[in-house]
Structure formats: C-alpha cells, structure tokens
C-alpha cells in the first residue's frame, strides 16, 4: 500500500524551528525552514544531517514551502540554501517574499554585528536565498513538476501567511504553517475548502487553550494600561514587528483617541514604517474593514503613536512602548526591560508566546531574579502579566479547521508533548481518526488507500435514476452495474451496450441453469400447468407464457419439467435464465423449493 511519512527536523512536540520533512508519491518536500529563538548554538537551526548524508539537498528535496515570515518559520531558509546547499524550488506567498528577508537581515544584524556571532549568514546570502523563491497566489495550483501540486489557502495570523495543500497522484497533505480561525481587527479568519487530505498537519500552540472572548481581553488590556498610567508607571509591550503590534496599536490607538489621553506612546525600530509600507502594498490580505476605510484613511497611520528613540526610555513620567522582539531574548524590548525592572510601578505586558530559554518565558514562570550575560543578576520588580493577543487557533480552533478540511488522519506539531497529549485524545474521540504527534526525527507513517477516479457515462446514470435508485452522494458509496473501460490511463464506467459499440464487439449470451427437484404424483405437462398457474398468481406485473413446446417463459427464464429416472414422482425442474434476470431467476428457484400449493 502506498505511504506517506512525516519527519520533523523541528517543532516536533516543540514550539520553535519550524521544519517538517514530507515524503509523499516518491516526492520530498520541505514545509518551513525555522530557527528555535531559545538556544544561540547548533540547537538553533534545524538537523539537516537527517536528510544530507547522501550529498547536497538539491538531489533530496523536490521543493521547499514557506508558509509565512515569522523567524521560527523561515529563519534557517539562508542557512539551508547557501550554507548547507540547496538550489530547488523555495515557494511563499507574495507578502511574505517582500517582508521575510527584512525580517532576516535584521536579525543577523543583531546577531552578528552586536553579539559578534561567527558560523551566521551573510546579507549576500539572504539575497541569493531570496531568488531562489517563487511567489505563490491564494487558491492558483501551482505545478512544481509533472506529478506534484500545491495550492495555498489563507491562514489568518499574519500577513501572508499561508496554508498549504500538497498533492501527488490521489493523495494529498495539508500543512497549516501557524493559522488563525477568529478575524481580528485587521486580519480575516483562516479557511480551507473540504480537499478531505490524506494527513492534515496542523500545529498546536495552545492545544489546551479555549480563549475567552477577544472583547473581555481587550477591555482588560486597556484597563491594565491605564492603570499603569494613572499610576505614573511606565508600560512595555514587547512584540514582533509585524503582526500582534499594529493589532494592538489600531486598539490602544483608538482608546487614547476616545479617553483624550495625553501619555506618549511609543513604537521601537525602524521596522514599522516597512511594516506599514507592506500592509498598505497588501492591502488585499487585510480585513474587510480595513479594506473599505483604506480609501478615507489608511488605518496603520497613528497618530498617537510615534517612533521611539533610546533616549525616551529614560524620560520621567509614564508613557507606552512597543518593542521588538515579542519574547524580550534580544534586541530593543530586552534593553528597556533592563532598565524599568526595578520599578514596581512599571509594566511589561507579553502578548503572545514565549520560547523556553527565553527571558519572557522566564519572567511569566515567576522568575524574579535573572542572570543576565557577563554573571550580572537582575531583580524583577515591575509587574508582568500576560495577555494572549496572539493570533495562533485555540483547541477549539483546531477543531473548527478539521470538521472544514475533513482530513483521514491528523498529525500535530508546534506545540508543547504533554499538551498534544491531551488534544490528541480529544481528536480520536471526537473524529474517530488516527492523530500523530512525532518528535524531531521521529518518523509518522501513514498508509493510504488511494481512490481511483472513474469517469460514468450520462446514460449509466440516466439510467440508474430511472430504476429510482439514490442520487448520489460522496458519503454514501452505491453498487452500479456497468462495463469499466481503460483508455489512455483513465478509466470510464459505461452500459454494456455503449461498451460494445465503442470496442466493436459482439454480444455474448450468458445463461445461468438451475434444477429443482419436487415430489409431484401428476404427469410432466399437468406439473408444468400447475408451475404455470402458480406463477401467475404470485407475480403480478410480469410476462408468463405457456408455450406450445412444452416450457414456461418468465420474462427472459425458460422452466422445463421432466420425471426422474428412478422415480416418476420426482419431477426435475430445469431453470434457465440470462444475468439481466438473475434476480428473478434466484427467486423463482428458492420458491419452487418450497414446492406448489396443494389446492392447485
């Protein structure tokens, strides 16, 4: 039977290093090529050791798909092509070609420039990466070569995200990538057609979470910055440049422009004029609301929030600051968390997830004293809440996108093990379908039982409706008589008839025989009278016909009756029909068995 295996070379019961090998239909294709934010060593990128100990990549992978910009997604895709070797196919969507290599070289700046990190791409590199990619339109099936298809559906989460659906032959697998089933204020909810796959991979963030509304979240978000405010307090909001922060600064936006606050709101890196460049290019990947005020005014122009400078973190008073990036392991949001921990009248709010190993996953477990490099410790005095704004589904979300896709089985990545645990039990007692949950390396193998396409004449069906059989349904398979053609490797179902005519063949008269012995004192015409006048009175609706010669003709079925050798009081009866009444013929045999009425 014909397999497809699923190996992850990251995010296999882990949140991070997105990297999922797929072999399906002899091809093999690469879904996401991340790096895990909380370790600075090898750790970082995925093991691509599994897959090259043959030589090069080229020679493995059929194609490589990105599904959207996010560094624990696409953040080892330089490493990969021009350091390990890969010259094939990169596929992504449109918005997230133009953002991800801004996203890349920003980190490698930080990374090589300021931390001074050796075995690291260059900027040459992520532009040599970046021509190996072919942009992707929602919905086009692209083919990647002869056998093998994608087709991308829209994700939600963040601009361009992207899922995808694979396809050789008749099996297929979707790869959600990160997705979001709830809209939000400026981003549409994900959705895919019923494609019914093979496998549906699909990750699992918060496999444990049902989220409360998104009203009660952001209500107690304002409430937080605000208090904070009152207090004279200082509120840090570290978030990734693109996403989550312009979702939080069209909501704190409005509420400064309703309350008439006056406190300075702040946004970090020169990363956001980019970013808003590229949602007014994309603008088609926004909501529908965005999109019908986009012709008054472009909703990612603030005017309450304007660019932040590293001077502004040491000004008195309390003011609002967003700032890369969202798990406060480097950068800008790391620097100003430094210097606002000691006071217990500053925030940090995170919105979103945190990476073990990262300082936000440090502080939201409670840690109040951080070793910081070169031996320094930290005392944590501010306040730290965490609200999810992130724009990953919920366990209820998963559920959602696999009653929409229909899938034969369910295989979860990006998520924690004990969490996927639990959602897996939920999956197989709730759909009644196998779901896989492989750790890096590991290997998930799936049989699958392939259907086969068959085309069926308009008569056929004409017909089969006319015997007033069931329409069809796709749920509810039906037996149908007819002859299968092969024809230039596809196969069509059509009459006997239509089938002759097409081949140029005669037909064949097939007759089924059948005796049966029954204990009869009259003679042989007086029993075959007797079998006559029962029949009549039996089967209504039929063409009976005693015939001169001796036989009895029901529709097409001949019935002859002679005596026994041994004893003229058996009769035997000879049955003998063509296969259109073999019906009629098994029923005609088993009531004879039964022998005739006496009163006849």
């Not at 004029?273 to 012709?295: G, M, S």
Request: some cysteine.
């Amino acid at each position: 039977m014909p397999e497809i295996k699923v190996t992850p070379l990251g995010a296999g019961q882990d949140v991070g290093r997105s990297c999922i090998l797929v072999s399906i239909g002899g091809k093999n294709i690469m879904l996401d090529c991340g790096m895990h934010m909380g370790y600075n060593d090898d750790r970082r990128f995925p093991d691509f050791s599994y897959i090259i100990q043959n030589g090069r990549l080229t020679d493995f992978l059929d194609c490589v798909i990105i599904s959207h910009f996010h560094l624990d997604h696409c953040g080892a895709l330089p490493y990969m092509s021009e350091m390990v070797g890969y010259d094939g196919p990169i596929y992504m969507t449109h918005p997230t070609k133009a953002i991800c290599p801004i996203l890349l070289e920003d980190f490698r700046k930080i990374t090589v420039d300021k931390k001074g990190e050796t075995n690291f791409f260059t900027s040459q590199m992520i532009k040599d990466c970046m021509k190996k990619v072919i942009p992707l339109n929602l919905h086009q099936t692209v083919q990647v070569d002869d056998e093998l298809e994608i087709k991308a559906y829209y994700a939600g989460h963040v601009l361009g995200a992207a899922m995808v659906q694979i396809k050789v032959g008749s099996e297929s697998v979707v790869y959600t990538g990160d997705y979001n089933m709830t809209p939000d204020r400026h981003l549409g909810a994900a959705w895919i057609d019923k494609c019914r796959p093979d496998i549906l991979i699909s990750e699992s963030t918060y496999a444990t979470t049902i989220r409360d509304s998104k009203r009660c979240r952001e209500r107690d978000f304002l409430k937080k910055v605000h208090e904070s405010i009152e207090r004279g307090g200082k509120v840090l909001i570290p978030v990734f440049a693109l996403g989550r922060a312009q979702e939080l600064c069209i909501l704190l936006e409005t509420f400064w422009e309703r309350m008439n606050l006056k406190a300075p709101i702040y946004f970090s890196t020169g990363l956001t004029e980019k970013a808003n460049h590229y949602y007014k290019l994309f603008i088609t990947w926004t909501n529908q609301k965005i999109r019908k005020t986009f012709v008054q005014r472009n909703m990612f122009e603030f005017k309450h929030i304007k660019a932040f400078d590293r001077s502004y973190a040491d000004n008195p008073g309390p003011m609002v600051v967003f700032a890369t990036p969202g798990m406060l392991h480097a950068g800008q949001s790391l620097q100003i968390f430094k210097k606002w921990a000691g006071n217990e009248k500053n925030m940090v709010i995170m919105p979103g997830y945190c990476v073990q190993g990262t300082i936000g996953h440090k502080i939201l477990n409670g840690q109040r004293k951080l070793e910081m490099e070169g031996r320094a410790t930290l005392d944590v005095k501010l306040q730290v809440e965490y609200m999810s704004f992130s724009a990953h589904a919920d366990a209820k979300g998963i559920m959602q996108l696999i009653r929409m896709a229909e899938p034969r089985n369910m295989l979860l990545v990006h998520g924690e093990a004990v969490k996927m645990e639990f959602l897996k039990g939920k999956i197989e007692q709730e759909f009644s379908i196998d779901c896989y949950m492989p750790a890096n390396g590991e290997t998930a193998t799936v049989t699958t039982n392939p259907s086969v396409p068959v085309d069926i004449s308009l008569n056929l069906l004409k017909r089969e409706m006319a015997l007033g059989g069931p329409l069809p349904d796709p749920k509810k398979p039906r037996t149908m008589h007819g002859t299968l053609i092969m024809k230039e490797n596809s196969l069509k179902l059509v009459s006997s008839e239509q089938a002759l005519k097409e081949l140029g063949l005669n037909e064949h008269q097939l007759r089924f025989t059948c005796r049966v012995q029954l204990q009869d004192t009259h003679s042989d015409p007086d029993t075959l009278h007797r079998i006559y006048t029962h029949l009549k009175s039996v089967l209504k609706g039929y063409t009976i016909q005693h015939l001169p010669d001796g036989t009895v003709m029901v529709e097409s079925i001949v019935i002859k009756v002679s005596s026994s050798a041994e004893d003229s009081n058996t009769k035997v009866i000879l049955l003998s029909w063509s296969y259109q009444d073999e019906d009629l013929g098994s029923f005609l045999s088993t009531l004879l068995k039964k022998g005739l009425p006496s009163g006849l």
